[in-house]
């Protein structure tokens, strides 16, 4: 009867620490681009003041994919790191950047319209934000954060596409920057790094051994060592795929979790 009770009792919480637990589909409100971005929210509890991190898809991504593909695990790390992960739909091919030619305003929306609609209404912790992505969106991470080290503590870039110029045509750049390629060079994620020299920002860079874009990522940790700029750089086995992110994904939380702790 004893051990029965006891195994009752550890049911009933680990089922309320379930319960606690929130995966909220939103529509937010773009006041930039006028309309609505779906935006997938993983919460762990009701608490307030956790750390976030904002999650960004690749190309051809979005969010519901990224929890049914790319990085099933979230919901699970949600409640090892007792962290929010924020999931905004990038529509596609935005590269995350505000375009000068169309109505794509993808980096208003997420660091200055979605970072306050989510500080309003789950009461995040200020101090500690992440922004982290895969191949378009870890050149949507690097760039952002970048340019916004107000807001973000640190940075993870898995599989990243650092520098877009020689394979963009294909994958939509000409959309939101024009054809000109002399006019995508201020959009990369590599025109940024300067920026890290007066920030003092966590960068997390991962990239598969046989990943396509291999050779831009060690081109990178190259260029940070130039520039003096304290980050870490892994590689391991993989390709440019989901396995791979999904694994650099855990390794890389684990890390930003440190990080954030490390800050208290």
């Known amino acids: 009867m004893k051990n029965w009770l006891l195994g009752f009792s550890a049911l009933i919480i680990f089922s309320t620490k379930t319960i606690a637990q929130q995966i909220d589909t939103l529509e937010v409100f773009s006041k930039s681009m006028q309309k609505q971005v779906k935006t997938i929210v993983i919460t762990p509890s009701e608490e307030e003041n956790l750390p976030t991190v904002y999650v960004l898809h690749g190309y051809s991504g979005y969010p519901e994919r990224t929890l049914k593909k790319d990085i099933p695990s979230l919901i699970e790390l949600s409640l090892r790191y007792n962290m929010n992960f924020i999931l905004p739909d990038g529509n596609y091919d935005s590269w995350y950047i505000d375009s000068p030619i169309k109505n794509s305003k993808y980096e208003t929306f997420i660091t200055t319209e979605l970072v306050e609609f989510i500080d309003n209404r789950y009461h995040t912790q200020h ?44 994958y939509g750049v000409p959309k939101i920057l024009g054809a000109n390629k002399n006019n995508w060079k201020t959009y990369t994620a590599s025109s940024q790094l300067e920026n890290f020299k007066s920030s003092s920002q966590k960068i997390i860079i991962s990239c598969g051994y046989d990943d396509v874009l291999i050779e831009q990522n060690r081109k990178l940790h190259k260029k940070l060592i130039e520039l003096n700029i304290p980050h870490f750089y892994i590689e391991s086995p993989g390709k440019h795929d989901a396995a791979y992110w999904s694994e650099a994904a855990k390794n890389q939380l684990f890390l930003i979790d440190n990080i954030f702790k490390s800050n208290e």
């Not at 992440?130 to 940075?155: C, D, K, N, T, V």
């Open 127 to 170: 101090s500690k934000k992440a922004i982290m992505g895969w191949s378009m969106g870890g050149h949507g991470a690097l760039y952002l954060g970048a340019r916004h080290p107000e807001i973000f503590l640190a940075i993870g870039s898995i599989s990243g596409a650092i520098n877009m110029i020689p394979y963009g045509q294909n």
